[in-house]
């Protein structure tokens, strides 16, 4: 049987990824309103909008890593602890993808005779759907393994 501190503890954890996958939503919606701002960029709409979405993951990573700990330390579960370690990796991997892939869809916008802005966009894209998917198998071993009486 699952403890009641572990199905919060889970639960929590999910939420957590609910948030982080809506600013993900809204990080994108920002930066697509960016975009129609050019030739003459808004940056300073932009810059605070990053500034709210680095807020958003520094907070959502921090309890996620006190998940992480609280599942490892306190409840005995390094299953799920390892889970959550390797789902943080992926997720930075992520967000470092998304910057990348936002500089060279501006780049893109802004060169569009290059034909190797357009490929890096391309490039970007596969390894943000690659990331995704990594992230999905995560989310599905730890549900799978949160799932088992422990």
């Given at each position: 049987?699952?403890?009641?501190?572990?199905?919060?503890?889970?639960?929590?954890?999910?939420q957590l990824q609910s948030e982080?996958?809506?600013?993900?939503?809204?990080?994108?919606?920002?930066?697509?309103?960016?975009?129609?701002?050019?030739?003459?960029?808004?940056?300073e709409h932009y810059k605070q909008?990053?500034?709210?979405?680095?807020?958003?993951?520094?907070?959502?990573?921090?309890?996620?890593?006190?998940?992480?700990?609280?599942?490892?330390?306190?409840?005995?579960?390094?299953?799920?602890?390892?889970?959550?370690?390797?789902?943080?990796?992926?997720?930075?991997r992520k967000l470092q993808l998304?910057?990348?892939?936002?500089?060279?869809?501006?780049?893109?916008?802004?060169?569009?005779?290059?034909?190797?802005?357009?490929?890096?966009?391309?490039?970007?894209?596969?390894?943000?759907?690659?990331?995704?998917?990594?992230?999905?198998?995560?989310?599905?071993?730890?549900?799978?393994?949160?799932?088992?009486?422990?």
């Open positions: 049987m699952v403890s009641t501190d572990s199905k919060a503890l889970i639960q929590r954890f999910y982080r996958l809506e600013a993900y939503r809204l990080f994108e919606e920002g930066h697509e309103a960016y975009l129609k701002t050019g030739p003459r960029y808004d940056f909008l990053v500034h709210q979405i680095t807020l958003a993951f520094s907070g959502i990573s921090k309890e996620v890593l006190d998940i992480k700990d609280e599942l490892r330390l306190r409840l005995d579960r390094p299953d799920l602890s390892e889970h959550v370690d390797k789902l943080q990796c992926r997720e930075k998304t910057a990348q892939l936002q500089l060279a869809r501006q780049r893109a916008q802004d060169h569009p005779e290059d034909e190797t802005s357009l490929e890096t966009v391309r490039r970007l894209k596969q390894e943000i759907v690659k990331t995704q998917e990594a992230l999905s198998e995560i989310m599905q071993d730890f549900k799978y393994d949160s799932e088992e009486s422990h």
